[in-house]
């Protein structure tokens, strides 16, 4: 026996079931029609994906001490027919970007920032020796000088990375966040006059760190990211793997979600090596 409105509630089940399998069907015939990974990677201009993202969850260290996402259960495959969670995130958590806006009034928002903006060389600046002596390490202008005079000039449009070890820290966040009795952090961060040297004398369009802050833990002023975002240029923090990529030669794709209006985001990061 159906009360009025099930039969029709059944029926928009059931095709939503019929949907889900034929997607799943579909998606079986593309797998079978793809063409191998080994001749596909024999057609591309890199031979290695690196990963650069840190897997999300609640447990992750953030800025403001609460969790980065809270997820909740809102439709179960038994139940339901289909998994779906929804998502309660801050915008800078996790890896993350930071955009022009964060700390500007009118600087782009994500939506904004430029495809081609988002695929760019990588330059990894290793600062990991001594940051191990100093958590409150900051990259300096001669960091970047001996990063140059080691490779080459730093080239157009890239994204200049802080490469500090911290990433092998995620997972002990009383170490990764390095937050002392008085609530102060300590990680290492970029320093101001290398961030301005860069602005002025190269064309840089992102800075990556491994850390929590492009600004260096116990900062109050955060006087790198006001000098950068507004700028124009973007940021990205919380970044894995860098001790896994060349100093020189990787291209860096950054993908997030293009949500309208927003400061920053969730980001994976992905570097051809
Ligand atoms: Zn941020």
Request: charged letters at 20%; a neutral charge.
């Amino acid at each position: 026996m159906c009360v009025p409105g099930c039969q029709e509630a059944v029926r928009h089940a059931l095709s939503r079931r019929g949907f889900f399998s034929g997607a799943v069907a579909a998606s079986f015939v593309a797998t079978a029609a793809a063409p191998d990974m080994a001749s596909a990677a024999s057609a591309r201009s890199f031979t290695s994906a690196v990963d650069l993202t840190h897997t999300m969850s609640p447990d992750f260290p953030t800025f403001f001490g609460v969790p980065g996402i809270e997820m909740e259960k809102k439709f179960d495959l038994t139940k339901d027919g289909f998994n779906l969670y929804w998502w309660r995130l801050v915008e800078h958590a996790g890896t993350h970007l930071d955009a022009p806006i964060h700390f500007s009034e009118s600087g782009a928002t994500v939506e904004k920032i430029p495809a081609d903006t988002l695929v760019v060389p990588l330059a990894v600046v290793d600062v990991a020796a001594k940051a191990a002596q100093n958590p409150d390490y900051l990259l300096t202008r001669e960091d970047l000088a001996d990063w140059e005079k080691k490779y080459r000039r730093l080239p157009d449009n890239c994204c200049v990375a802080m490469q500090s070890g911290w990433a092998q820290h995620v997972n002990n966040p009383a170490k990764f966040t390095g937050k002392d009795g008085s609530g102060v952090f300590h990680f290492p961060g970029i320093s101001p006059q290398a961030a301005g040297w860069l602005m002025k004398e190269r064309r840089v369009v992102g800075l990556a760190v491994d850390t929590l802050s492009l600004d260096h833990g116990p900062s109050k002023d955060f006087k790198v990211h006001r000098a950068w975002l507004p700028s124009g240029r973007w940021g990205l923090e919380n970044v894995a793997n860098l001790d896994k990529v060349p100093a020189s030669g990787a291209t860096l794709v950054v993908g997030l979600a293009k949500v309208k209006d927003a400061t920053g985001g969730p980001a994976r990061l992905i570097a051809l090596v």
